[in-house]
């Protein structure tokens, strides 16, 4: 029995964690890209696969019989070539997808389809609050009208003048004193969800900072699981 688990958030480290404490063998993949990763003591598999062929090959070659896609909700590329590629390799696939955050009331957010149109929305002379992913942040570049303070965990490839490289979890004081301090008037997020981030709206909806939510691309169809307790279910099933 052979189970691979593409990982990089907090979900798979804790589904695997949790694998460890039952005696289930498994390896953990991550893409390499987050610098100083935390150190596991479990099998790793660093660096992409080489897209759907590499993952399928991987999969046989390795005779894993079960794939969990933890990846992010925003890493699309990732997700669409595991189901791919287990559909290829013939093993079974679980997406872990967390809940996205849904607006509170009384909150003042906007919601956009992509990265582009929040990148329109914002109106010019607001000062942002970028926290989209070090990746995600050239395709704000262009608005020169806007004052951005980017956030991210690794440094941005061209980063704005106010640039803070920080790793979650945050709490809401720090967020509030944050976006205080730079007398932020928007908020531009991805619809990341979880609780290790989430501390910036509620800080946002505390001083009425605008918040510019980027929604999640459609996931291919495949079996999700939406908590911890289901994707383990869904693994020990077919033990
Ligand atoms: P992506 O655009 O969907 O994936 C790009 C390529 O990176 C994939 O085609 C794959 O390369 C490789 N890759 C991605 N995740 C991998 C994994 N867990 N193990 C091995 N290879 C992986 O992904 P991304 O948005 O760049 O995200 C990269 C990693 O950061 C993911 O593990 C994700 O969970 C984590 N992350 C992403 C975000 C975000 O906002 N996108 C936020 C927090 C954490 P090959 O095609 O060569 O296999």
């Known amino acids: 029995m052979s189970i691979l688990i593409l990982g990089g958030t907090a979900e798979a480290d804790i589904l695997a964690d949790l694998l460890r404490g039952h005696g289930i063998e498994f390896t953990y993949s991550l893409a390499g890209v987050t610098p100083n990763p935390k150190a596991r ?5 660093i660096g992409g696969f080489g897209g759907v062929i590499g993952l399928a ?9 079960m794939l969990v896609d933890a ?3 925003f890493a699309s590329e990732m997700t669409k070539n595991a189901l791919a590629a287990s559909i290829q390799a013939n093993v079974p696939m679980l997406r872990f997808e967390r809940p996205e955050w849904d607006e ?3 909150a003042n957010w906007a919601h956009a389809e992509s990265l582009d149109q929040a990148a329109k929305i914002l109106p010019a002379g607001a000062r942002v609050f970028l926290s989209v992913g070090a990746q995600s942040m050239a395709e704000f570049a262009h608005r020169s009208d806007v004052d951005f303070v980017s956030r991210s965990i690794k440094p941005p490839s061209s980063p704005f003048s106010k640039t803070i490289v920080a790793k979650p979890p945050f709490d809401v004081a720090g967020e509030v004193h944050l976006f ?3 007398r932020i008037t928007h908020l531009v997020s991805k619809n990341a969800g979880g609780d290790q981030t989430s501390a910036k709206l509620v800080a946002a909806k505390q001083l009425g900072i605008k918040v510019i939510m980027v929604e999640r691309p459609t996931p291919p169809v495949a079996e999700i699981a939406r908590d911890i307790t289901t994707a383990m279910a869904w693994i020990e099933r077919r033990l």
């Open 57 to 65: 090959r991987y999969l046989t070659q390795n005779t894993v019989n």
């Open 180 to 182: 205080s301090k730079y």
């Open 104 to 106: 509170p009331e009384n």
């Open 41 to 45: 003591v479990y099998p790793l598999h």
């Open 71 to 73: 990846t992010h909700p």
